[in-house]
C-alpha cells in the first residue's frame, strides 16, 4: 500500500495515490495485513485506547497528522501537533542528530516540547488528559497508551513492529 511504503516522503505518496489509487486487486496480498493491523490499532502509530475511541480514522494531511480526541465534543479529530503553535512560538527539530519533534504534558497540563533522536507516537488528549506527566523515552516502545488490565499508562511498540512477522521500518531518514 503507498501509504505503507516508507520509500520517499508521506505526502508525495498520498499526492500519487490521490491521482491513481491502487485497484482493489493489487492491494489485495496485503489486505488481510493491513485490515488486522488497522482493527488493532485503528491508525498506524497510536494508542490502542484512541484507536477504539476512533475506529476507522486515518490522518493523512501532513498539516494534521496526528489522531485525536476531542474530550468535551467527544469527536475524533486529526490535530496538528501542539509544538507547531504554542503561545505563538513554532517549535521545530532542525538537527539531524535529533529530527524529531515530540511533546508531553504535565501533571499541570503544561506543555513541553523538546526534539528527540527516535519517533514518538502519542496524541494531545492521551499526553493531557489520559496520561499526564508520562512520556515514552524507550525507542522500542514509543507509542504513549493506556492499558485498561492494568489501570495505567504505558508505552507501547509501535504496530508496524510487528505484522504477519515483519517488522517494518522506513529507510527514508525524513519520515
Known amino acids: 500500500l503507498v501509504w505503507l511504503e516508507c520509500q520517499s516522503h508521506p505526502t508525495e505518496h498520498l499526492?500519487?495515490?490521490?491521482?491513481?489509487?491502487?485497484?482493489?486487486?493489487?492491494?489485495?496480498?496485503?489486505?488481510?495485513?493491513?485490515?488486522?493491523?488497522?482493527?488493532?490499532?485503528?491508525?498506524?502509530?497510536?494508542?490502542?485506547?484512541?484507536?477504539?475511541?476512533?475506529?476507522?480514522?486515518?490522518?493523512?494531511?501532513?498539516?494534521?497528522?496526528?489522531?485525536?480526541?476531542?474530550?468535551?465534543?467527544?469527536?475524533?479529530?486529526?490535530?496538528?501537533?501542539?509544538?507547531?503553535?504554542?503561545?505563538?512560538?513554532?517549535h521545530s527539530c532542525p538537527s539531524p542528530s535529533f529530527p524529531y519533534l515530540r511533546f508531553s504534558y504535565d501533571d499541570k497540563g503544561r506543555l513541553s516540547c523538546d526534539c528527540s533522536s527516535k519517533p514518538f507516537y502519542s496524541s494531545v488528549y492521551m499526553s493531557l488528559n489520559v496520561c499526564p506527566g508520562h512520556l515514552c523515552e524507550d525507542p522500542e516502545f514509543p507509542v504513549l497508551d493506556y492499558d485498561h488490565r492494568e489501570g495505567g499508562c504505558i508505552c507501547r511498540r509501535h504496530p508496524c513492529d510487528e505484522v504477519d512477522g515483519v517488522r517494518h521500518r522506513c529507510l527514508d531518514a525524513r519520515i
Not at 485525536?68 to 504554542?86: G, I, M, Q, T, V
Open 15 to 90: 499526492a500519487r495515490w490521490r491521482q491513481s489509487p491502487p485497484s482493489f486487486f493489487a492491494m489485495a496480498p496485503s489486505l488481510g495485513s493491513l485490515v488486522a493491523l488497522l482493527l488493532a490499532t485503528g491508525a498506524v502509530g497510536s494508542s490502542t485506547h484512541l484507536a477504539t475511541m476512533c475506529p476507522g480514522h486515518a490522518c493523512l494531511d501532513p498539516a494534521f497528522p496526528i489522531l485525536d480526541y476531542h474530550k468535551s465534543e467527544r469527536k475524533c479529530l486529526c490535530a496538528k501537533n501542539p509544538c507547531w503553535d504554542s503561545a505563538g512560538l513554532a
